[in-house]
C-alpha cells in the first residue's frame, strides 16, 4: 500500500513539474503533439500529418539550444520512418517533402537530398492548366487554394536547402497562377477552387456541379483554405531575401488577404468563420484552424512592419485569447486538446461547407495553435 502511494505521487509531482515547465498553452499543447497525439512513429506521408510536421520545423527554428534537439529528433524519425513511400505524384504527397529539405539542409545527408530531389521530379511531372498551373487532383484538372500551402512549403524549404532560386520563381509562378483564377478582389481572399472542365467534378468529398457554368469557379471562399495561402506568404516573406523583387511581391498579396480580416472577426470569441464572409449567416459557425492561420499571418505582417494599425494588433489579442477559451479543453490533467476544427473539406456550395462535420484534434488544428500562440508571445515578448 505505501508502495502505491508513492508511486501516485510520483505521478503527482511529473505531471505538476511538466505543467509548470510549459509557460503558456502552447507548450503544453506541443508536448501533447509530439509525444501523444501524433509521435513520429505514427507518422504517415499524407499532407495531413505534414501540417504538423511543419510545426516541428518552424518550432526547431526559434527553440532554444537544448531544446532544438528535441524537435529535430522528432523529424528525422518521421521521416525515416516513411522513406521508402515518399513521393510527389500530387500537390498533397509533396507537402511531407519539406522534412526531407529541412534534413538535408541541417545534416548534408545526401540521402535526403536524393528523395528531395526525386519529389521534386515528380512534381513536375504533375498535369497543369495550359499556363502552368499545378492542379490538385490526378484525373481532372482543379486549381485550389490548398495547393499553394502544399507545395510551397515543400519549396520554401528546397530553398533553403539548396539556395537555388529555381524553387523561389516556381512558387510565385504557382501563387501568380492560381491567385488568377481564384481570388475575389471586393474581399482580397480566394474561392476555394477552378474547374478548367467548368464541370465540378465529384472526387473524394467534392459536390458535383460546384463550378460556375460561367467563371468554372466555386462560389465560397473558405477558411481554411484561405489560411493556407496566408500562412504560406506569411512564412515566405521570413525566407525570400528582401532583395529579391519576389519579396514585394508577395508582401503585397499577403497584405491583400488580410485588410478585411479584422472586421470579419467575431468580436465575442475572437474566431474567424467556416465561411469568413458569411459571418452573419446563422448556419455558419466559428473555425479555429483557419483562426490560427489568420491570426499567424496578421502576426507576421506586423512584425514584418507591413501593417501598423491598431486594429491588425487588437485582432491577433482577440484571437489568442479566443482560441485558448472557446477552442481548447483539457484532454487530461497533463495535456490540452483543440476543438472547433473543420473536418477534411473538398468543394461545394455554402451549405455544404455549413454541414462539414466539427471534430476534436487533427494535426493542421494542432499545428496552427502551436505555430500562432508561438509567434505571438514572441511578438508580445511573452518567450524569451
Not at 126 to 154: C, N
Not at 212 to 218: L, M, N
Not at 322 to 346: H, M, P
Request: glycine share 6%; net charge positive.
Amino acid at each position: 500500500m505505501f508502495k502505491k502511494v508513492k508511486l501516485l505521487l510520483l505521478i503527482a509531482f511529473l505531471t505538476v513539474y511538466q505543467l509548470c515547465q510549459a509557460q503558456t498553452w502552447v507548450d503544453t499543447l506541443d508536448n501533447y503533439a509530439r509525444l501523444a497525439y501524433l509521435p513520429p512513429s505514427h507518422y504517415h506521408w499524407t499532407w495531413v500529418d505534414a501540417a504538423l510536421l511543419n510545426t516541428m520545423v518552424k518550432e526547431y527554428e526559434k527553440a532554444s539550444p537544448e531544446k532544438k534537439q528535441v524537435y529535430f529528433d522528432y523529424i528525422k524519425k518521421s521521416m525515416d520512418k516513411t522513406y521508402s513511400v515518399a513521393n510527389g505524384h500530387t500537390p498533397n504527397a509533396i507537402a511531407s517533402g519539406l522534412g526531407l529539405a529541412f534534413l538535408y539542409r541541417i545534416t548534408k545527408d545526401p540521402k535526403y537530398k536524393t528523395k528531395a530531389d526525386k519529389i521534386y521530379a515528380d512534381y513536375l511531372k504533375i498535369h497543369r492548366t495550359k499556363e502552368g498551373a499545378v492542379s490538385h487532383l490526378m484525373l481532372f484538372t482543379e486549381l485550389w487554394d490548398d495547393t499553394i500551402f502544399m507545395i510551397g512549403q515543400y519549396l520554401l524549404a528546397m530553398y533553403q536547402a539548396t539556395g537555388d532560386e529555381k524553387y523561389l520563381d516556381e512558387l510565385a509562378k504557382q501563387i501568380r497562377l492560381h491567385r488568377d483564377k481564384l481570388q475575389v478582389k471586393d474581399w482580397g481572399l480566394w474561392v476555394h477552387g477552378w474547374d478548367q472542365a467548368g464541370r465540378g467534378h465529384c472526387v473524394f468529398c467534392s459536390q458535383m456541379g460546384w463550378a460556375d457554368k460561367t467563371t468554372s469557379r466555386s462560389a465560397e471562399m473558405w477558411g481554411r483554405g484561405n489560411g493556407w495561402i496566408v500562412v504560406t506568404l506569411s512564412d515566405a516573406l521570413e525566407i525570400i531575401p528582401k532583395s529579391n523583387p519576389l519579396w514585394n511581391e508577395m508582401a503585397g498579396y499577403l497584405k491583400e488577404m488580410i485588410v478585411h480580416l479584422p472586421e470579419l472577426q467575431d468580436p465575442k470569441t475572437g474566431h474567424w468563420y467556416q465561411l469568413p464572409v458569411r459571418n452573419k449567416d446563422p448556419k455558419n459557425f466559428i473555425e479555429s484552424s483557419c483562426t490560427a492561420m489568420f491570426a499567424y499571418g496578421i502576426t507576421a505582417a506586423l512584425q514584418l512592419g507591413l501593417v501598423t494599425d491598431e486594429s491588425y494588433k487588437s485582432s491577433i489579442a482577440l484571437a489568442y485569447h479566443g482560441l485558448r477559451e472557446y477552442s481548447l479543453v483539457s484532454k487530461s490533467d497533463q495535456y490540452l486538446i483543440t476543438q472547433n476544427i473543420c473536418t477534411a473539406t473538398c468543394i461545394g456550395d455554402k451549405n455544404y461547407y455549413f454541414k462539414r462535420a466539427v471534430q476534436k484534434g487533427k494535426p493542421y488544428g494542432i499545428g496552427m495553435f502551436i505555430q500562432f500562440g508561438s509567434r505571438y508571445e514572441r511578438y508580445k515578448g511573452m518567450r524569451k
